[in-house]
């Protein structure tokens, strides 16, 4: 931090960062007939000795976002991308170790999965081609920082909508002046799942973790627990998703969930003299707002948190 | 019409309708262990014997848009969702003979589709059970008129993103004092569909369609035709989608598509010494805005048309 | 329309418009040190002999969408922007007269409105200068038609969220077993405006409205229609707002509302021994969806109606 | 943090808050014909003594988040809400320190400004009355954090969009092999404010700021820092803006940006014959993405950071 001298009171520049935000980058790439396709958005943030630029608007030490964009589409070309976190590896390296005024580099990646369209009857399954449709599920994550020694990998997903029908109640709660709520023994869950998880990796020696296998663990993790969880609430539900994150994927020491609860109310339709119940066939009303909003952080014992509490901004 | 009598100039009140929109409502139904989820969100738009309620503020033959919204969830109770096309044509009946003053009702549905969350090892594909994760893919859509006499469906999606990685050229065009666009030998293709097809069924005693089959074929007949169409611009695309959807489904008399051009452009690495062509290994900027906007109609031939020009409002 | 010879059954090409979409233009004029701004998002769509295009395409009659794009800009700068309105004619004319094989142009332009940021003390609200606020309230809308013959004008506005805390009321209305909706005598009604206004020229020997002025009164009139009514229901807002457009305004000849009821609901407090009614100090609840959606046209006596009947998509 | 037994590995409960979020709540009073309103959306998440809801479903513990919400509505109610600021004090009070295992509690709340709409000619600008008109501009923010003995506020805005048409230059920038921007030496500059301000007000004995006014001047403050700032990179302004904050409102400590760099570029009309600069009339393209992004925390000498590094999450 640099002090600022003006009169009274002294002001100063604290945490800075500047990059390029989504660079959406499309690579395709030919195995004969046979294509393959990445599609990441990909956001760059910088930081390093930029006083000079905030307080006097000397740009000696600026790289401009311009070519940090420059930097995503050429990479893509000369490296290829593996994968997201790969990706942002190279070029959190490159900003970091090319630059003598960047210290620090934050790479953050939304990734976007494609289909093949099965071709039709005519020649079977054949070389699969060309031809892809969005899967437009959940959106893939990745961050990676690294300040010139350390790196952290923060691998993540959202949106990714999820709904147990049964198998979760909640009662037993603080019942105050404010309290209407009637206790539920067979309720609908849902949420929409906001998910970062840490590796433990931090940069040689160590071997780098196999970053695509271990996202579909980690996800199919996630939804298995979800699924498998008899659920007295949400938090619980967070709980068990998260602990089997960690107690499954040696490679992650923490995980941290953003749970909306997408509450589904059973309507009223006594007055039409309905009954309906969560019995045979139910009929809900899905609101929008308000909605609980659950977030917790799951560690592995000893490691040290790292993830910012807020993974969204409500 | 009516004309509402003012000393100078006279007006006249218009087409009008008006009901409840976006009744989101899920219908959870229970055989045994294996739960079924419906998920709709339903807009109900009336007409009828208005006027007063327009000029005078009488609201006498008006139904409000509150006990439309009932009637959805409680017809879902009453009658189920066999498919979003039966729900609807449920709904309009029931509005249009059950109310004098209302003489034609629409119902619109966008419908979210859920698959089921295999459970782990443990059980195998077993039961089925209660876990659902949204697929996320694209929106179905549903649109049901009735006018107390005849029947018009229109079934559809949106937010289906398909892309071609080959197999897409643009040349031959007319050239003007404005052009500056290179010729294209060997481009991606991508484009969002969002389409709408109209039913040739009117109502008894003709046969109503198989709604659910229907929509699953004429969703692959349309991606099918997109990937295996060697395409020289989008409008013949389009078409080919377009004259698959009427020659392979007799009940589908109309349909009309919306597509974007969702440009791909080949990012120009000359400037850091790297060729960039459509080879082995190409690096797109996938581009918002400005996009290509292509819209057209396909119909059997005989068929008049019968779905609204402009599906999106830009 | 054409015939598209294959063995059965026979497809047809029907209605189709090509153009490119979401051209956001900047226009930014100096009169000395102060500055004027337009800001555009402009929207082509083209229409002709276009069969080829779709049916083989052939694109010898295809103006690229590059191109339309590149004449939005380049328009902006031969000609500046007058209007909107103004805007959309000259580009329209253009594609039409210039081309012989497109037949028809509609242009859509969104505008965003700024104001100017008063300078600080120094200088009094002195010239105004170069800095400025986007608005951010309605987002102003026009669409022009042009067939080579005449020309159709279509104003409006979008995302105008006006509320009254009074003078409305909702009740006399039928009540079937559906309906558990009480009456209500002194209620909010809040709306978010989407209107659209045609007017009655259609080219030469007449002149022109005077686009911004007429563009300024018409949002008066709708605003202050708004205000001044005492509601009985809102069509009958909706129709007043339409009369007052239609009465005092001798260039247009039809107007179209689509008004979402944002519905405000009184909270029910009874059960923390609060009243909560409409008196000196009421709580709402501001309520998403569903809402009511009321949609009506009013015109002119004698004015044929041309303003298709959805404005929005549900 | 709580060690949950397991074989191995052993799991850990790490940083965790639950509450309603979104609660859209209007407030309208009524003084005579003249009507105020407040409109406030607000999210509480607490924190507390919550390990056996995460790890064992037990709810004890568990003020539900329905009730949170009954609690922000009848507040609204019993005590109105003077400001944003307040009525999030008067409720983290609420729950800190009426629920034993709640230990901290965070309001945030985003508020929706309204302007009256002005009667017409007839009883002149008088009374004001009930008829509101959404401003539409920026969206104010605010942030009450108590853990039972400090405050916390931070307010902030979002979504205000900010233009200089000149007095904005960039160059001298670092140049590596992937470098290709122009240097500028008279380029437009925009961007969308999103600002978070921290208070040094920690609670008793020291008198609260006056909200309301504080509001007004930062805003202004930041206004006309970004319109008076002759501009040789967005850090430069944006550093103007945080110390003009700082040094004018003795109330703040600390003031963080997320300025989003809106590339207006100008368009290359060469191709048609047409010079465009920025002179006296330039034509830009409004770009969507990527975009710079600048972001930075500014400081009164001697505070302590306290505002998160991410407004936003990319």
């Known amino acids: 931090m640099t002090v600022h001298s003006r009169p009274a009171p002294a002001v100063v520049l604290g945490q800075n960062q500047y990059g390029k935000a989504e660079?959406?980058?499309?690579?395709?790439?030919?195995?004969?007939?046979?294509?393959?396709?990445?599609?990441?958005?990909?956001?760059?943030?910088?930081s390093g000795d930029l006083e000079d630029v905030h307080l006097f608007g000397s740009n000696a030490n600026c790289l401009p976002t311009d070519t940090t964009k420059n930097t995503v589409y050429a990479f893509a070309k000369q490296h290829g991308i593996e994968s997201a976190e790969d990706f942002g590896i190279l070029l959190a390296r490159h900003f970091v170790t090319s630059q003598g005024p960047i210290k620090?580099?934050?790479?953050?990646?939304?990734?976007?999965?494609?289909?093949?369209?099965?071709?039709?009857?005519?020649?079977?399954g054949g070389a699969g081609g060309h031809s892809f449709v969005r899967r437009g599920q959940e959106t893939r994550l990745a961050q990676v920082t690294?300040?010139?020694?350390?790196?952290?990998?923060?691998?993540?997903?959202?949106?990714?909508?999820?709904?147990?029908?049964?198998?979760?109640?909640?009662w037993g709660y603080i019942k105050d002046a404010y309290t209407t709520l009637e206790e539920a023994y067979d309720r609908v869950l849902a949420t929409e799942v906001s998910a970062r998880w840490r590796f433990g990796w931090s940069g040689e020696p160590h071997?780098?973790?196999?970053?695509?296998?271990?996202?579909?663990?980690?996800?199919?993790?996630?939804?298995?627990?979800f699924a498998e969880t008899y659920s007295l609430?949400?938090?619980?539900?967070?709980?068990?998703?998260?602990?089997?994150?960690?107690?499954?994927?040696?490679?992650?020491?923490?995980?941290?969930f953003s749970l909306p609860n997408k509450h589904h109310f059973l309507v009223d339709l006594e007055p039409f003299g309905l009954e309906n119940g969560a019995d045979d066939a139910a009929v809900y009303h899905a609101a929008d707002r308000p909605y609980g909003l659950i977030e917790a952080t799951v560690l592995r014992e000893g490691a040290e948190a790292g993830i910012p509490h807020d993974l969204t901004n409500l």
């Open 146 to 170: 690294f300040d010139g020694e350390r790196w952290q990998v923060v691998s993540g997903l959202k949106d990714l909508v999820v709904l147990n029908s049964t198998d979760s109640e909640f």
């Open 233 to 256: 609430s949400l938090q619980q539900t967070l709980y068990e998703m998260g602990s089997r994150v960690i107690s499954r994927n040696d490679e992650v020491d923490e995980v941290r």
């Open 23 to 46: 660079c959406h980058v499309v690579r395709i790439t030919r195995d004969g007939a046979t294509h393959h396709i990445k599609d990441l958005n990909v956001s760059v943030a910088l």
């Open 104 to 124: 620090r580099a934050r790479i953050r990646v939304e990734e976007y999965a494609w289909d093949r369209i099965a071709r039709g009857n005519e020649d079977g």
């Open 207 to 225: 071997r780098e973790p196999a970053w695509e296998s271990s996202y579909r663990r980690v996800r199919a993790d996630m939804l298995q627990a």
